[in-house]
């Protein structure tokens, strides 16, 4: 079991920045792969950023150049940098950890969001 807390959301205009931080209850270096995404009103969730165990990490197009996923294995914490920030970033963000599978199926935990909010 992993349990995952979002916490830096907030509202912000257009081209500011936010630091979303997902803090584990256990060691991330040996989770699979952690992410976050983020679902906007009326939208389906969309995978935003992700990174593996081996720090590879994978960005939607729409966020490359103005998001960083990064995490501090000492804190068990995953961040996402998001700057230059657009009313369309505008959505509840959450953080994902996907374990090693087992022999009953892949673990998968969620947060329960941070809402990021941008007025133009």
């Known amino acids: 079991q992993v349990q995952l807390v979002e916490s830096g959301g907030g509202l912000v205009q257009a081209g500011g920045s936010l630091r979303l931080s997902c803090a584990a209850s256990?060691?991330?270096?040996?989770?699979?792969?952690m992410g976050w995404y983020r679902q906007a009103p009326g939208k389906l969730r969309e995978l935003v950023a992700s990174i593996t165990s081996g720090g590879i990490t994978t960005y939607v197009d729409s966020v490359k150049g103005r998001f960083t996923i990064s995490r501090d294995t000492t804190k068990n914490t995953l961040y996402l940098q998001l700057n230059s920030l657009k009313p369309e970033d505008t959505a509840v963000y959450y953080c994902?950890?996907?374990?090693?599978?087992?022999?009953?199926?892949?673990?998968?935990?969620w947060g329960q969001g941070t809402q990021v909010t941008v007025s133009s």
């Open positions: 256990k060691r991330i270096s040996s989770i699979n792969v």
């Open positions: 994902n950890a996907v374990e090693r599978p087992t022999i009953t199926g892949l673990p998968t935990y």
